[in-house]
Structures are given as structure tokens and as C-alpha cells.
């Protein structure tokens, strides 16, 4: 690891301040993944900016007839948090899909959406790397890419986003709140997290010298409390990253459907939404026929590469059956892994 | 070089005022400055849990948290689990059903399945086994290491329910 210094803020202006003032400066909070970038050298930040004795970011309060969750907030205490499994299962069900007991206790909400790619090329500072090394090249195209995107990427970048909570975030259309210098912002989480283009440096719509303080989960959400479900596909039952994931929410209305929001984790550089496929399941009947025609939207344009071919069957496959446990509310266990 | 930071914790109920360098883990803080080898460092990066311990209760990675963030934290490590020369519960179970074969994953394992008993989610074995799915056991202990947690369970009073068919 490099060698840094340490800044421990006690308030979010001095952290907001002090990463303005250091442009090599970074924010730490639960460390799982920044820390472990440091110990491949692929972060190497001068300053460390600890934000974790900051108060009032490590709550869950009531806000406009939904939830806000502060930055700090443990992806654990989020889980388990008797409002967000009321009122907002699919959430808590994402994020329980999703690494282990040690790590959900110290990764943080605001850390989860900074998180980087898990592809390996990344993580190796031995090979060229486009989001590492802007313009060395990216050797998953034509390398290893069993993980990697099928929906969304170019030929500069083809890494997926590595986080289930924010499939779940996405699904409910939460908005992730920043403050930075010129004050505070909010940015809908579809505009959060972004496509590589030919900038796959840049993960996200949050400025370099902007943190984030909050999530709000929107009340409107709280309408697929009943018939929604997180449906996670990976190597082996536990602790990997998706293949593929399916966030459903889903209103129902008898046999049919009023409302549906799908979001899809593992196969792109963001969590994956189509609008188009969202309304074509409105009012119709929750059937098969409607769940297909559904996925084929989601999945108009997928490309696949010499390993991540698979996923566009496994992803047409995961939609249907992730659309059928919501409409019938029976939730994918993250437990009993057995799909039903 | 940038400065060593004064940290003030606690580590297994002793009050420790520590130098420490930003870029030392809790774990090499642990085995290399204070010399609690207990804890084991498998991967060193939170991959295989050989280094779990208790942060203020909470089962974390020690390989990933930084020690100088650990100011006014009360650790608990392996070492610290016995209490007046009597083995914690957890670590006479795993002794009693030969819970390990090699032992390097042990005491994160223990740290572990404590944490587990004490968050209370756990009533199946499928649940023991997702819950400890953050420790590895190379040699392969796992049906002994979830005999061993179900014991601990049941001398709590908790019944094991059957797992969904």
C-alpha cells in the first residue's frame, strides 16, 4: 500500500473542504473496497479523508413519506432495518444477496454506490487497463470476459457494476443525495451510475469533489412491498459477485399488472433499466407472454464476447422467472437458494 | 513520510494509546505491532475471513479496516474470548465436535459464529452455513463447524427448525 496521510473530519464541511483542497485526497468510510484497491496499488491516494465520526449521516429518518438513508448507514442496519423490510423488501433483499456478514457490517450505503468494477483486468496494474490507465486499452475485449457486460459497453470498457443494493436502488427509483463546495444536489439513481463511452474512468455523475450524505427511497416505491423479488445468479450460492441479477417490483391489480419497474446487475456498467419494457407490462396480464416480450426489451441490442455469450439466455431466462416470483409474491429466498 | 496518528482503543478489554502508521490494517496492527497472532491473515483482502474479529461487537475483516480508524473501538480477538482460563462456549464446541483440521481458519471462524449466535438470525442449518459464508475452511470442515454452532444454538434454548423443503 502507499504511503498517506490521515484526516479524520468531524463534520461534512471539513470533509467537503478538505477533499476540495487536495485533489489526490480520497473518502474513506467502511474501507472494504477502497482499502482493498490500495493493496494492489490500483488507489493510490495521497490523503485519506475519514468520514465515519460525522453525525447525523449514520440514521435512517422518515422524509417525505419515504426513507433516507445516510451515507454511513451499514449495508447491514440497512437490511435489517425494520422500515426498509416492511416497506421496501426488495432492497433489503439485495443487499442481504450480496457479500458476507463481516463485510455487509462495515460497507456503508454511500460506499456501496462508489464501489468499483470487479473486472480483473482492473485489479491487475500488470495489464492495460482503460478505466485504470485511461487510453492503455481494454484487454477484456478480447481476453478473459466470462463476467463482463453485455448490455451498454464499447470497445474501450465492457466491466459491469459489482452491487446488488444498487440493482435494488435502481428498481425503486431512489435518489441519491450529494453535497460538495457549490452546496448539496440530488441525482436520480438512473443518472448515477454511468455508461463508459469513451470515458471509462468515470464511474459515476458524482463530481470529484463531491460526497454522498444520503439515499432517499421514494413512497411511491413502497407499492411493490407485496410483489417484488431479488433473483441472483452466480458461480456458487454464496459470496460471489452476480452473473446476472433481477430486481423486480411489481403493483398488482388481481391477475394483472398495474406498474412494473425491472433492473437488471452483472450485465452492465449500471444497474439496467428500460423504460419501454417497464410500460409495455402495464395493464397487462402477468404471464409468460408478457414477462418474455418484457425481457426481450430489456435485452434489445445485448452483445456478447468469447465467455459472457451465456448471459444473454441466462439474463432472457432470469427476467421470466424473476417476473413470475414477484407477480405471484413469493420472493427469492437469500438463504434457501433453491429457485422456484 | 507522512505522520504516525495517536490512536486510543481497546483491545480485548485492555485500554491501549497506540502510535500508528494511516496504511497499517487492524490485523498487521494486531499480529505485528502487539503480537496477537490469534487472529490469522488467509487472503488479506476480506476474501476468506481468517481474520475476522469484533469491532464494538460487530464481525468485521480486520485485513480491511485501517487501525488509525479505530479510535475509541473496542476490539475482541481470539485471544480475548476465554474468560479466567475458561473457554468460551463456541471454542469448546468446535474443540467437542472436531470443528477443524489444519486450524488456520479457526479463531476467525469462532469470532465468527459468535457474532452469529449473538445477531440471533440464525434458526436452520442452511441459515448457519449463509451466515458463516464469509469464512472459508480450506481443509473442508464445514458440516463439523456447523454441528458445533448448533450446539452453542441449543445450549442458548434455540430450536433448530427443519430447512423448507
Known amino acids: 500500500m502507499n504511503r498517506f496521510s490521515y484526516t479524520r473530519a468531524a463534520s461534512l464541511d471539513e470533509a467537503v473542504r478538505a477533499l476540495a483542497a487536495d485533489a489526490a485526497a480520497k473518502i474513506v468510510a467502511g474501507g472494504t473496497n477502497l482499502v482493498d484497491l490500495m493493496k494492489y496499488n490500483v488507489e493510490r491516494p495521497a490523503r485519506l479523508i475519514d468520514v465515519t465520526r460525522i453525525t447525523g449521516l449514520d440514521r435512517i429518518e422518515e422524509s417525505d413519506g419515504g426513507l433516507r438513508i445516510g451515507a454511513l448507514v451499514p449495508n447491514t442496519n440497512v437490511a435489517y432495518d425494520a422500515r426498509v423490510e416492511e416497506r421496501y423488501p426488495l432492497l433489503a433483499s439485495a443487499i442481504l444477496a450480496g457479500a458476507t456478514p463481516q463485510l455487509r457490517n462495515a460497507a456503508t450505503t454511500g460506499g456501496n454506490l462508489n464501489q468499483r468494477t470487479r473486472c480483473y483486468y482492473f485489479y491487475d496494474t500488470e495489464t492495460p487497463c482503460n478505466k485504470r490507465e485511461p487510453g492503455t486499452g481494454c484487454p477484456a475485449v478480447s481476453g478473459v470476459n466470462r463476467i463482463h457486460a453485455i448490455l451498454g459497453a464499447s470497445e474501450h470498457c465492457i466491466a459491469t457494476h459489482p452491487s446488488d443494493m444498487c440493482v435494488a436502488l435502481a428498481a425503486l427509483e431512489a435518489t441519491v443525495h450529494v453535497a460538495g463546495p457549490g452546496g448539496a444536489r440530488a441525482i436520480p439513481m438512473a443518472e448515477y451510475h454511468r455508461l463508459p463511452g469513451d470515458r471509462p474512468e468515470i464511474d459515476t455523475t458524482l463530481k470529484r469533489d463531491e460526497i454522498v450524505t444520503a439515499v432517499a427511497l421514494p413512497a411511491e416505491a413502497q407499492a411493490f412491498r407485496t410483489n417484488y423479488t431479488y433473483l441472483k445468479l452466480r458461480d456458487r450460492l454464496s459470496y460471489a459477485f452476480a452473473l446476472v441479477s433481477v430486481a423486480v417490483g411489481l403493483e398488482m391489480d388481481g391477475g394483472s399488472i398495474r406498474r412494473a419497474r425491472i433492473a437488471l446487475g452483472g450485465v452492465a456498467h449500471k444497474p439496467w433499466r428500460r423504460t419501454d419494457a417497464e410500460e409495455r407490462l402495464a395493464g397487462k396480464a402477468a404471464d409468460r407472454q408478457a414477462f418474455a416480450a418484457a425481457a426481450d426489451l430489456l435485452l434489445e441490442g445485448a452483445k456478447g464476447y468469447e465467455h459472457n455469450e451465456f448471459k444473454i439466455d441466462l439474463a432472457r431466462r432470469a427476467i421470466v422467472r424473476a417476473l413470475g416470483q414477484a407477480a405471484a409474491g413469493t420472493p427469492q429466498s437469500q438463504v434457501d437458494k433453491r429457485i422456484r | ?165
Open chain 2, 1 to 165: 513520510m507522512p505522520d504516525e496518528v495517536s490512536v486510543s482503543l481497546t483491545i480485548n478489554g485492555r485500554a491501549r494509546r497506540l502510535d500508528i502508521a494511516p496504511w497499517t490494517s487492524l490485523l498487521d496492527l494486531l499480529r505485528l505491532q502487539l503480537d496477537l497472532t490469534g487472529t490469522k491473515k488467509g487472503c488479506d483482502h476480506g476474501q476468506c475471513g481468517a481474520c475476522t474479529v469484533l469491532i464494538d461487537g460487530r464481525r468485521m475483516n480486520s485485513c480491511l479496516q485501517l487501525a488509525v480508524m479505530q479510535e475509541g473501538r473496542e476490539i475482541t480477538t481470539i485471544e480475548g474470548l476465554a474468560e479466567g482460563g475458561r473457554l468460551h462456549a463456541m471454542q469448546a464446541a468446535f474443540i467437542e465436535r472436531d470443528a477443524f483440521q489444519c486450524g488456520y481458519c479457526t479463531p476467525g471462524q469462532i469470532l465468527s459464529a459468535v457474532a452469529l449466535i449473538e445477531e440471533g438470525r440464525a434458526h436452520t442449518r442452511d441459515e448457519i452455513r449463509e451466515y458463516m459464508s464469509g469464512n472459508l475452511c480450506r481443509c473442508g470442515a464445514y458440516p463439523n463447524i456447523v454441528d458445533a454452532v448448533v450446539d452453542v444454538l441449543a445450549a442458548g434454548g434455540v430450536t433448530m427448525k427443519e430447512a423448507a423443503a
